[in-house]
């Protein structure tokens, strides 16, 4: 099994940048599709960003594309989510996750059977 950590969160004034990651530690995250689902208070995780294993393929939702930007190192076992522009409804706790099984769809929780403990970011306005 692979462990994910996320970290990077945190207050961010409106119109802001940060930037997330994730760090797998036990087995390679190189053949694994990647992803960042976010968790608002009082609602469901949504799908935020993936990446497929080589980093060739990328997919956003809508409410952050052209915003945000997922990447991947594969080397150093670690995921990246660049956030540009931070909107208030942009806060939430931020989830890294591996398709650990393959297949599935990369916006689909069930898709996903490892996931870290989330990271916290707030925008303020």
């Known amino acids: 099994q692979v462990q994910l950590v996320e970290s990077g969160g945190g207050l961010v004034q409106a119109g802001g940048s940060l930037r997330l990651s994730c760090a797998a530690s036990?087995?390679?995250?190189?053949?694994?599709?990647m992803a960042w689902f976010r968790q608002a208070p009082g609602k469901e995780r949504e799908f935020v960003a993936a990446?497929?294993?080589?980093?060739?393929?990328?997919y956003y939702a809508d409410s952050v594309k052209g915003r945000f930007t997922i990447s991947r190192d594969n080397a150093k076992k670690t995921v990246y989510l660049q956030m540009n522009s931070l909107k208030p409804e942009d806060t939430a706790v931020y989830y890294c996750?591996?398709?650990?099984?393959?297949?599935?769809?990369?916006?689909?929780?069930?898709?996903?059977?490892?996931w870290g403990q989330g990271t916290q970011v707030t925008v303020a306005s």
């Open positions: 996750a591996a398709n650990v099984a393959g297949g599935g769809k990369y916006y689909e929780r069930m898709s996903y059977a490892s």
């Open positions: 036990g087995r390679t995250i190189s053949g694994y599709s």
């Open positions: 990446i497929s294993w080589s980093g060739g393929s990328t």
